[in-house]
C-alpha cells in the first residue's frame, strides 16, 4: 500500500489508470466557435431535473469557448470510434476543422455537434462551471437526447483502448 503525507500527481494518475471508463467526445458550437475534445471524465449527476458533468482541463485555453456559447453535448464513442477518439484527443496535432472530418455530425436543441452514430449523446445546457484545481467542471442540464445502435462500447483502461 502506498501511504505518504501527500500524494503525487504521477502516483495519482497511475492508480487512476486502474479505472475503465467510457470513452466521449465532448463538443460545442455557438458565437464562440465549435470545438471537441476526448473525455473519460464525464458522469451522471442527477436525473431530475437530469443533469450530467464533464470535467475540462484549464490548461488548454480554446476549452474557455464551453463557457462562452453555454452549450455542449456529451458524444459516447462505440468500439468503431478508437480513430475518431485519437483525433479529438489532441496526440496529433490536428486542427478542430480536421477533427471534425472524422465523423458524421449534426445538430440537436443546442447546435453542439453530435456525432451521427454515437452510442448515446447528451444535448446539455451549460447550468454552472466550476473551476477546481487544474480541472474546469461543467454541470449541464440535458435539453436532448438521443440513443444509438446498441453496439460495444470504447473504454480506456490502463491508458489503452479496450472493447467492452
Ligand atoms: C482517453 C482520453 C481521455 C481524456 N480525457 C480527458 C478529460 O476527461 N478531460 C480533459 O480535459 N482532457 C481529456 N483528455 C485530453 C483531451 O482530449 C485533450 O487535452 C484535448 O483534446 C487537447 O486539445 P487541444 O490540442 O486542442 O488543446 C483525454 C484524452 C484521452 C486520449
Not at 33 to 54: F, K, N, Y
Request: include cysteine.
Amino acid at each position: 500500500m502506498l501511504q505518504t503525507p501527500t500524494i503525487q500527481p504521477q502516483a495519482y494518475r497511475d492508480a487512476m489508470a486502474q479505472f475503465a471508463g467510457a470513452v466521449h467526445v465532448v463538443t460545442t458550437d455557438g458565437p464562440a466557435g465549435r470545438r471537441g475534445a476526448t473525455v473519460i471524465a464525464a458522469c451522471s449527476v442527477s436525473d431530475e431535473p437530469p443533469t450530467v458533468l464533464v470535467c475540462l482541463s484549464r490548461k488548454s485555453p480554446g476549452n474557455d469557448v464551453f463557457v462562452d456559447n453555454g452549450c455542449f453535448a456529451l458524444n459516447t464513442l462505440g468500439a468503431h470510434h478508437e480513430e475518431l477518439s485519437t483525433a479529438f484527443s489532441g496526440v496529433s496535432g490536428l486542427d478542430q476543422e480536421t477533427r471534425f472530418g472524422f465523423g458524421a455530425w449534426g445538430a440537436l436543441a443546442t447546435g453542439a455537434p453530435v456525432l451521427s452514430d454515437a452510442i448515446v449523446v447528451f444535448d446539455c445546457q451549460l447550468v454552472e462551471p466550476k473551476d477546481v484545481a487544474t480541472h474546469r467542471v461543467l454541470f449541464g442540464r440535458v435539453t436532448g437526447l438521443r440513443i444509438g445502435d446498441s453496439v460495444t462500447p470504447l473504454i480506456y483502461h490502463r491508458r489503452g483502448y479496450r472493447h467492452l
